[in-house]
């Protein structure tokens, strides 16, 4: 197993400083570069875990806190497991942080996160690739969709909303993307119905977009998340499969 390093780092943006983790093997030699989005929760241990997981397969990992205008992580304190009881009120307090991250503020921090890449040491040159869970697989699509430039693969778990019908929903920029997607819906997730899944389909498959999407079946919302209740290991680990795969080809 690669031995890797992770710290903290901050990440000047347009509008203030955003704390992020990065990891990449030890060795400290350049590799290819994943922006990873979190879920709602926020950035806590378990996503640092999985940041670490794709950097001990050859990848340097940027996991920015994307709610940082509200303050560095964590932003809302977390209990070490994430039950339904708690769950309610976790959302009360996270849901007026969410909805002020505007698609237009989110993508311009991305640029930021894509510009500290370019620029550090531990990460190769060239296109980078995206991932994102929950809240985060919507990032990732705008992102992709965004800086067509930069993105090479780009992939979305138990995404929310991807494909409203909205003006600023991520899927009207499907015609945009140069990048190969990977989507792991969860059958068993209200944010994310059968007809958003059906309309991301085909409005990738419209717009040409090299694409894979599954669906997960007896998977729930947050299914790779092991501090939830959601958690569903089998899941879990076919999409480290299919994420692996994913970066592995393109990057």
């Known amino acids: 197993m690669t031995a890797v390093q992770g710290s903290t780092v901050d990440i000047t943006t347009e509008d203030g400083t955003a704390d992020a983790y990065l990891t990449h093997p030890a060795d400290g030699g350049p590799r290819p570069a994943v922006l990873f989005y979190m879920d709602a929760f926020g950035l806590r241990p378990r996503l640092r875990a999985m940041a670490d997981r794709l950097a001990e397969a050859g990848y340097t990992v940027l996991v920015p806190n994307v709610f940082y205008r509200h303050g560095r992580s964590p932003v809302v304190e977390l209990p070490e497991f994430i039950d339904p009881v708690a769950r ?23 640029g930021a996160y894509l510009r500290w890449l370019a620029g550090h040491p531990a990460a190769a040159g060239g296109p980078v690739a995206v991932t994102g869970y929950c809240m985060g697989a919507v990032l990732s699509l705008h992102t992709a969709g965004t800086y067509p430039d930069r993105v090479a693969a780009a992939a979305g778990f138990h995404g929310a909303r991807l494909a409203p019908d909205a003006p600023d929903s991520p899927h009207l920029l499907a015609d945009r993307i140069t990048a190969e997607l990977y989507f792991g819906h969860a059958d068993q997730d209200p944010s994310m119905p059968e007809e958003q899944i059906e309309w991301l389909e085909q409005a990738l498959t419209a717009a040409g977009v090299r694409h894979r999407c599954e669906v997960y079946t007896g998977a729930r919302h947050g299914y790779t998340q092991a501090d939830t209740a959601a958690y569903d290991k089998e899941a879990d680990e076919r999409h480290w499969t299919a994420l692996l795969d994913l970066l592995n080809r393109t990057l």
Request: glycine share 4%; net charge negative.
């Open 88 to 110: 309610p009120e976790i959302f009360q307090r996270i849901g007026p942080i969410l909805r002020e991250l505007t698609p237009e503020l989110a993508m311009r921090d991305a």
